[in-house]
Protein backbone atom coordinates (compact mmCIF):
# COMPACT_ATOMS: atom_id res chain seq x y z
CA UNK A 1 0.00 0.00 0.00
CA UNK A 2 1.46 3.31 -1.18
CA UNK A 3 1.96 6.07 1.81
CA UNK A 4 -0.29 8.91 1.29
CA UNK A 5 1.51 12.05 -0.04
CA UNK A 6 1.99 14.74 2.56
CA UNK A 7 0.31 17.76 3.03
CA UNK A 8 2.52 20.64 2.59
CA UNK A 9 1.65 23.82 5.40
CA UNK A 10 3.21 26.82 4.92
CA UNK A 11 2.90 28.93 7.62
CA UNK A 12 3.26 32.90 7.52
CA UNK A 13 3.60 34.84 10.49
CA UNK A 14 2.02 38.52 11.82
CA UNK A 15 3.30 41.99 10.91
CA UNK A 16 7.63 42.22 11.56
CA UNK A 17 7.02 38.74 13.59
CA UNK A 18 9.34 35.83 13.77
CA UNK A 19 7.83 32.60 12.39
CA UNK A 20 8.64 31.39 16.38
CA UNK A 21 5.00 32.22 17.07
CA UNK A 22 4.60 28.86 15.68
CA UNK A 23 6.52 27.23 17.54
CA UNK A 24 3.83 25.32 19.26
CA UNK A 25 2.07 24.53 16.50
CA UNK A 26 2.41 20.68 15.92
CA UNK A 27 0.62 18.62 12.87
CA UNK A 28 0.96 14.66 12.88
CA UNK A 29 4.32 14.39 10.70
CA UNK A 30 2.91 11.30 8.58
CA UNK A 31 0.21 13.76 7.26
CA UNK A 32 1.44 17.14 7.07
CA UNK A 33 4.84 18.77 6.82
CA UNK A 34 5.04 22.45 8.31
CA UNK A 35 6.93 25.05 6.36
CA UNK A 36 7.90 28.82 7.79
CA UNK A 37 7.88 31.85 5.76
CA UNK A 38 9.97 34.77 6.58
CA UNK A 39 9.05 38.62 5.99
CA UNK A 40 11.64 39.81 3.35
CA UNK A 41 12.42 43.31 2.71
CA UNK A 42 10.59 45.30 0.40
CA UNK A 43 11.93 47.43 -2.42
CA UNK A 44 11.08 51.07 -2.43
CA UNK A 45 7.37 51.42 -3.41
CA UNK A 46 6.81 47.99 -4.10
CA UNK A 47 3.62 46.80 -4.35
CA UNK A 48 1.65 43.62 -2.25
CA UNK A 49 1.47 42.07 -5.71
CA UNK A 50 5.15 42.62 -6.58
CA UNK A 51 5.81 41.94 -2.90
CA UNK A 52 3.99 38.49 -2.69
CA UNK A 53 5.40 37.04 -6.12
CA UNK A 54 8.90 37.50 -4.68
CA UNK A 55 8.27 35.78 -1.46
CA UNK A 56 6.17 32.89 -3.55
CA UNK A 57 9.84 32.16 -4.33
CA UNK A 58 10.33 30.22 -1.24
CA UNK A 59 7.30 28.05 -1.53
CA UNK A 60 8.41 24.65 -3.12
CA UNK A 61 5.74 22.71 -3.13
CA UNK A 62 2.10 23.01 -5.19
CA UNK A 63 -1.03 22.12 -4.25
CA UNK A 64 -0.32 23.67 -0.44
CA UNK A 65 -2.19 25.17 2.70
CA UNK A 66 -1.50 28.29 3.02
CA UNK A 67 -1.97 30.02 7.04
CA UNK A 68 -1.46 33.36 7.77
CA UNK A 69 -2.07 35.57 11.09
CA UNK A 70 -2.98 39.10 11.30
CA UNK A 71 -1.17 40.87 8.49
CA UNK A 72 0.11 37.50 7.31
CA UNK A 73 -3.34 36.46 6.38
CA UNK A 74 -3.44 39.53 4.21
CA UNK A 75 -0.31 37.78 2.12
CA UNK A 76 -1.44 34.49 2.07
CA UNK A 77 -5.05 35.51 0.56
CA UNK A 78 -2.65 37.68 -2.11
CA UNK A 79 0.06 34.52 -2.92
CA UNK A 80 -3.39 32.58 -2.85
CA UNK A 81 -4.17 34.81 -6.25
CA UNK A 82 -1.31 33.73 -7.98
CA UNK A 83 -0.24 30.09 -6.70
CA UNK A 84 -2.55 27.13 -6.58
CA UNK A 85 -3.77 26.46 -3.09
CA UNK A 86 -5.41 23.31 -1.80
CA UNK A 87 -6.53 24.85 1.41
CA UNK A 88 -6.22 28.84 2.82
CA UNK A 89 -6.77 29.90 6.38
CA UNK A 90 -6.31 32.95 8.20
CA UNK A 91 -5.64 33.73 11.94
CA UNK A 92 -6.81 36.90 13.72
CA UNK A 93 -6.99 39.19 10.41
CA UNK A 94 -9.53 40.00 7.67
CA UNK A 95 -11.07 39.54 4.54
CA UNK A 96 -11.63 42.25 3.41
CA UNK A 97 -11.08 46.52 4.15
CA UNK A 98 -14.96 46.34 5.18
CA UNK A 99 -13.90 43.98 8.11
CA UNK A 100 -11.52 46.54 9.39
CA UNK A 101 -12.41 49.01 12.78
CA UNK A 102 -13.16 52.77 12.27
CA UNK A 103 -9.79 53.64 13.54
CA UNK A 104 -7.65 51.94 11.09
CA UNK A 105 -10.58 52.97 8.30
CA UNK A 106 -9.46 56.63 9.53
CA UNK A 107 -5.98 56.09 9.78
CA UNK A 108 -6.37 55.29 6.31
CA UNK A 109 -8.47 58.61 5.27
CA UNK A 110 -6.48 60.93 7.14
CA UNK A 111 -2.99 59.15 6.55
CA UNK A 112 -1.89 59.25 10.54
CA UNK A 113 -0.11 55.78 9.85
CA UNK A 114 2.65 58.31 8.22
CA UNK A 115 2.74 59.41 11.67
CA UNK A 116 3.94 56.01 13.09
CA UNK A 117 7.57 56.11 14.89
CA UNK A 118 8.78 53.54 12.56
CA UNK A 119 12.75 54.59 13.50
CA UNK A 120 11.82 53.75 16.96
CA UNK A 121 11.48 49.95 15.85
CA UNK A 122 12.48 48.93 19.63
CA UNK A 123 9.83 49.90 21.14
CA UNK A 124 6.84 48.10 19.83
CA UNK A 125 4.64 49.60 22.68
CA UNK A 126 4.45 53.29 21.19
CA UNK A 127 4.72 52.35 17.27
CA UNK A 128 1.37 49.80 18.35
CA UNK A 129 -0.29 52.91 19.47
CA UNK A 130 -0.60 54.65 16.10
CA UNK A 131 -0.93 51.46 13.85
CA UNK A 132 -3.77 49.36 15.87
CA UNK A 133 -5.06 51.33 19.07
CA UNK A 134 -4.13 51.72 22.98
CA UNK A 135 -5.99 48.65 23.35
CA UNK A 136 -3.54 46.31 22.09
CA UNK A 137 -0.33 47.62 24.25
CA UNK A 138 -1.80 45.49 26.88
CA UNK A 139 -1.10 42.29 24.99
CA UNK A 140 2.39 43.67 23.05
CA UNK A 141 4.17 41.88 26.00
CA UNK A 142 3.78 38.28 24.99
CA UNK A 143 3.98 39.58 21.47
CA UNK A 144 7.29 41.50 21.92
CA UNK A 145 9.54 38.16 22.10
CA UNK A 146 8.02 37.39 18.95
CA UNK A 147 9.02 40.28 16.96
CA UNK A 148 12.07 39.90 14.60
CA UNK A 149 11.80 42.58 11.76
CA UNK A 150 12.85 46.43 12.97
CA UNK A 151 13.42 47.28 9.19
CA UNK A 152 12.06 51.11 9.46
CA UNK A 153 11.39 50.45 5.47
CA UNK A 154 9.56 46.98 5.96
CA UNK A 155 7.61 48.84 9.41
CA UNK A 156 6.28 51.79 7.10
CA UNK A 157 5.84 49.40 4.01
CA UNK A 158 3.74 47.01 5.89
CA UNK A 159 1.71 49.28 7.80
CA UNK A 160 0.81 51.15 4.81
CA UNK A 161 -0.40 47.83 2.91
CA UNK A 162 -2.33 46.83 5.94
CA UNK A 163 -4.34 49.84 6.10
CA UNK A 164 -4.74 50.49 2.60
CA UNK A 165 -5.88 47.06 1.54
CA UNK A 166 -8.68 47.17 -1.01
CA UNK A 167 -9.78 43.55 -1.22
CA UNK A 168 -13.70 43.88 -1.23
CA UNK A 169 -14.13 40.20 -2.64
CA UNK A 170 -12.64 37.34 -0.79
CA UNK A 171 -12.56 33.76 -2.04
CA UNK A 172 -15.91 32.02 -0.94
CA UNK A 173 -13.84 29.01 0.70
CA UNK A 174 -11.33 30.89 2.65
CA UNK A 175 -11.50 29.51 6.46
CA UNK A 176 -11.54 32.53 9.00
CA UNK A 177 -10.04 31.91 12.26
CA UNK A 178 -10.98 34.87 14.85
CA UNK A 179 -10.81 34.97 18.42
CA UNK A 180 -13.86 37.16 20.21
CA UNK A 181 -11.84 38.96 22.27
CA UNK A 182 -9.68 40.02 19.32
CA UNK A 183 -9.10 44.04 20.49
CA UNK A 184 -7.68 44.54 16.87
CA UNK A 185 -9.50 43.35 14.76
CA UNK A 186 -13.33 43.41 16.99
CA UNK A 187 -15.41 40.37 16.31
CA UNK A 188 -18.39 42.74 15.88
CA UNK A 189 -17.30 43.67 12.40
CA UNK A 190 -16.04 39.78 10.97
CA UNK A 191 -18.07 38.18 9.14
CA UNK A 192 -18.06 34.09 8.18
CA UNK A 193 -15.50 32.91 10.96
CA UNK A 194 -15.12 30.14 13.14
CA UNK A 195 -15.47 31.81 16.32
CA UNK A 196 -12.41 30.61 19.18
CA UNK A 197 -13.84 31.71 23.09
CA UNK A 198 -11.37 34.20 24.59
CA UNK A 199 -9.38 33.80 21.82
CA UNK A 200 -7.25 37.17 21.58
CA UNK A 201 -5.12 38.65 18.66
CA UNK A 202 -2.34 36.67 19.61
CA UNK A 203 -4.34 33.60 20.34
CA UNK A 204 -1.90 31.40 17.96
CA UNK A 205 1.10 31.89 21.11
CA UNK A 206 -1.98 30.99 23.73
CA UNK A 207 -4.36 28.88 22.17
CA UNK A 208 -1.88 26.92 20.38
CA UNK A 209 -3.89 24.04 21.87
CA UNK A 210 -6.76 24.50 20.16
CA UNK A 211 -4.87 24.64 16.69
CA UNK A 212 -3.43 21.32 17.11
CA UNK A 213 -6.25 20.00 17.75
CA UNK A 214 -8.42 20.94 15.23
CA UNK A 215 -6.21 22.48 12.28
CA UNK A 216 -5.60 18.82 10.80
CA UNK A 217 -9.26 18.01 10.23
CA UNK A 218 -9.96 21.83 8.93
CA UNK A 219 -7.23 21.58 6.43
CA UNK A 220 -8.30 18.01 5.28
CA UNK A 221 -11.92 19.27 5.00
CA UNK A 222 -13.60 19.84 1.83
Same mark, same amino acid.
Given at each position: ??????? /?? &????????????????????? *?????? $????????? =???????? !??????? /?????????????????????????????????????????? !?????????? &?? $????? *???? @??????????????? !?? %?????? $???? %???????????????? *?? =? &???????? /?? %?? %?????????????? @???????????? &????????? *??????
Amino acid at each position: MENTPLI /HV &YLMPGMAASPKIFENISLPKN *QFKIHL $LEWIIPSEN =ESITSYVL !RLSKHIK /HDNIVLLGVSFGGVIVQELSKIIKVKKLIIVSSVKSKNEFPK !RMKFAKTTKI &YK $LAPTK *QAQN @IDKLSKYTFGKQVTK !RI %DLYKKY $LSVN %DEHYLNWAIENMLCWN *QI =E &YQPNIVHI /HG %DA %DTVFPIKNIENCMI @IKGGTHVMILNK &YRWFNKHLP *QIILDD
